[in-house]
């Protein structure tokens, strides 16, 4: 069993494109109906290869582990199960890499169509004491806020966040 342990920014400005090392991947990953409280089930199709992914729930409230299962699938069938169990719970985003310390890297998203306009930076931690720098582009950490998961994400895109009072 997998576990990962990640934080979430938000990014303050664009600097952070001056550090990047390669094209973007670009992401088309759906959610599969949820139960509350259960696990999160994911299909995502990132360029040529496909993955099924489920995800537990963070353990404790102050917790940022969770168990992690992702397997490689043929695409086509990663195509089939996005037509028809994700429906409209479907997140695009292009992700770009940035080096960081200690042979870490900063995973930023750029949400494309419904979350157009928001912009994500992940580093996935080797232990859940482990430290890391943090660079001059990073805006506020959002690791706990739930309505920053890409299936909350897909769910609640960002542009409906606009709209609320």
């Known amino acids: ?52 992914t489920v995800k537990g729930r963070s353990r404790g409230e102050s917790s940022l582990e969770r168990s992690e299962f992702e397997y490689e699938i043929p695409v086509e069938d990663a195509s089939a199960m996005l037509q028809e169990f994700c429906g409209s719970r479907v997140v695009k985003k292009l992700r770009y890499i940035v080096p960081a310390e200690n042979g870490l890297c900063w995973e930023i998203d750029e949400y494309l169509e419904a979350n157009q306009g928001l912009f994500t930076a992940e580093i996935e931690l080797p232990g859940a ?19 920053y998961s890409n299936g909350s994400l897909s769910a609640k895109p960002y542009c409906q966040w606009k709209e609320e009072p």
């Not at 576990?3 to 599969?32: C, M, N």
């Not at 949820?34 to 496909?50: C, F, L, N, S």
């Not at 720098?133 to 309505?147: H, I, N, Q, Y």
């Open 1 to 52: 069993m997998g576990i990962e342990i990640e934080r979430k920014f938000l990014l303050k400005d664009e600097s952070w494109r001056r550090e990047v090392t390669a094209l973007p991947r670009r992401l088309t990953q759906g959610y599969f109906s949820r139960v509350p409280g259960g696990p999160t089930v994911r299909v995502r199709i990132a360029d040529e290869k496909a993955f099924l």
């Open 129 to 147: 004491a482990s430290s890391f720098v943090t660079p001059p582009w990073l805006g506020e950490d959002v690791s706990r806020d739930s309505r």
